[in-house]
């Protein structure tokens, strides 16, 4: 079996009961950085062997894992927060594994876009999930495109590039279209400012944001 186990993305009170078990009781626990997974499998105890599995090695090293996964072994994927495969390695190993016969079990758990949509009070019955916006490359067409989505538009965006990118979603989306900023999601510090997307550039211009962000844009109207 291939288990995906959601981490918490902050707080660590976050993790289920299921998934402290199945990390407990597989064979091998494969993470994104070993170093992030090694302080929570500290924290709950948790004896398995560790190996990394990231972006950069998820091509040259799925076939070995398929191996020890058809040869009996139960194997988790972990990625440093959140459901691996969503904006984090884990949808190439999954699809190794399925394309041979191995049994994948994804359990429920911690994902930073859910809390951000719901907290941003934008309609949430349809959305649409970009994660994050090509960085060169493609990245004034795919704004163009979304530009043109009648559903809540969901962006994962570094405090880094968060300044940058809001200007931008103010400039081929409007100023005025409604958005909402969340950040440091389940910890001391979590924060949601809405409002225009103009205001919002205002806004972290004059308080620069620290932490993960997902970024929430109302459709176009």
């Known amino acids: 079996m291939l288990y995906i186990v959601p981490t918490p993305v902050g707080n660590l009170d976050d993790m289920t009961f299921r998934a402290i078990n199945v990390l407990k009781q597989v064979d091998l626990i494969l993470a994104e950085d070993t170093r992030t997974s090694s302080v929570l499998l500290k924290h709950f105890d948790i004896h398995t062997p560790l190996r990394s599995h990231h972006k950069f090695n998820e ?21 440093d927060a959140g459901t691996p495969a969503i904006s984090d390695p884990g949808f190439f190993l999954v699809r190794e594994a399925v394309s041979a016969g191995v049994e994948v079990q994804c359990l ?26 090509p960085q060169k490359k493609g990245r004034q067409t795919r704004l163009k495109q979304l530009a043109e989505l009648e559903h809540t538009i969901i962006i994962y965006e570094s405090p880094f590039r968060l300044q940058k990118t809001l200007e931008q979603l103010s400039e081929y989306l409007g100023s005025e279209r409604q958005a909402s900023v969340s950040r440091e999601i389940s910890k001391i510090h979590e924060e949601t400012v809405r409002g225009t997307l103009a205001e919002l550039a205002g806004h972290f211009r004059q308080n620069p944001p620290k932490g993960e962000i997902v970024i929430c844009i109302a459709g176009k109207q």
């Open 59 to 79: 091509h040259g090293t799925s076939a070995q894992i398929v191996q020890q996964l058809l040869a009996g072994s139960d194997i988790a994927l972990v990625s």
């Open 108 to 133: 429920p758990g911690a994902t930073a876009f859910v809390p951000a949509l719901v907290d941003s009070a934008l309609p949430n019955d349809r959305f649409f999930f970009e994660g994050f916006l």
